[in-house]
């Protein structure tokens, strides 16, 4: 589903800016269907990258509050994260190798 923005200039031009979202669906069948798989992946994208946020984010409070035998057993569960949006393409290879040394880096510090 690609989305298209119009610029439209609405009666008081000088004040407001009207924009105008066209939604422009798929036509052919082969379009329909990569409408269908990019739902899905969709899904599978948001799930994994929920699942990063949340082990980064439980990861930190952990090296905020000194404790690092908890944080350093969550930082598999990181790596396992990263590895696998790293292989489906969802981020790049360099900005998990750069998450990965940030959280060593950050355990470090705190032991």
Do not use: C, W
């Not at 008081?12 to 924009?19: A, I, M, Q, R, S």
């Not at 090296?63 to 944080?71: G, P, R, S």
């Not at 990181?78 to 990965?100: C, E, G, P, V």
């Amino acid at each position: 589903m690609k989305v298209y923005v119009r610029f439209t200039f609405g009666p008081y031009y000088d004040k407001f800016l009207v924009l105008k979202y066209i939604l422009i669906m798929p036509i052919t069948s082969s379009a329909k269907k990569a409408l269908r798989a990019s739902k899905k992946k969709r899904v599978f994208n948001i799930r994994r990258k929920n699942t990063i946020e949340k082990t980064m984010k439980e990861f930190r409070r952990l090296v905020a509050a000194k404790n690092v035998t908890e944080a350093t057993k969550l930082v598999p569960t990181i790596y396992q994260a990263l590895d696998k949006a790293t292989k489906t393409h969802l981020i790049k290879a360099n900005t998990a190798s750069r998450t990965k040394s940030r959280v060593m880096a950050a355990l470090k510090r705190t032991a």
